[in-house]
């Protein structure tokens, strides 16, 4: 019995391996779509919400506006009888 090298068996491994990878840089590529999608919709919701904080700050500040306009005509009238 030789040691000589089973080049065929080789070929074969080294193919198997070549199709292996293929199939996950195929995946890759698929799960880096995914993960930029998802970088889109957090990035939209993000900006969504900074929106929202802005138009709750600024109707917080109206409506804090509107009470110190009513407390002090009420306060005016009440003074004057």
Do not use: C, W
Not at 15 to 42: A, C, P, V
Not at 45 to 53: A, L, N, Y
Not at 65 to 72: D, T
């Amino acid at each position: 019995m030789t040691n000589k090298p089973n080049f065929f068996n080789l070929y074969q491994l080294v193919g198997e391996l070549n199709g292996k990878i293929d199939g996950i840089i195929s995946r890759l590529d698929r799960i880096n779509s995914h993960l930029e999608k998802h970088e889109e919709r957090i990035n939209k919701t993000e900006d969504d919400m900074s929106q929202m904080k802005g138009k709750a700050g600024l109707l917080g500040a109206i409506g804090g506006m509107i009470v110190s306009i009513i407390a002090l005509t009420i306060s005016f009238f009440g003074l004057r009888k």
